[in-house]
């Protein structure tokens, strides 16, 4: 089961025709997914993380250092009602490792294809 998407451009023009004062992230189109809405909103960019992360890598940061800029200058961004969406969709089971009484233990997080 996998995840289809729509290209950047078209996304962009179809959210541009929808809400024209829609926010969007300058250097982030390439990781512009989606359109998404509420009960009430209009029509507002989706981005996806991982791919915006990987922008920044690509720009020479280091996955941290990418992580740490995204988390701080976008993702924690509320430039109101107009701010875009970041969604998560690389849900393949990340480790997580937790020490619970003195014993070391992963807890996995994610999905199982079936």
Known sequence: MGI????PTEVLSTLEELNPEAI???GFDDALVGIVARCGTEPLALYDREKCIQLLVGQGLTNTDAEDYFCYNVEGCYAGPHTPFIGSFNLDPV????????VETEILVGMVEE
């Open 95 to 102: 480790g997580v490792p937790r020490t619970f009484a003195d």
């Open 24 to 26: 969007m992230y300058d």
């Open 4 to 7: 289809e998407f729509a290209e």
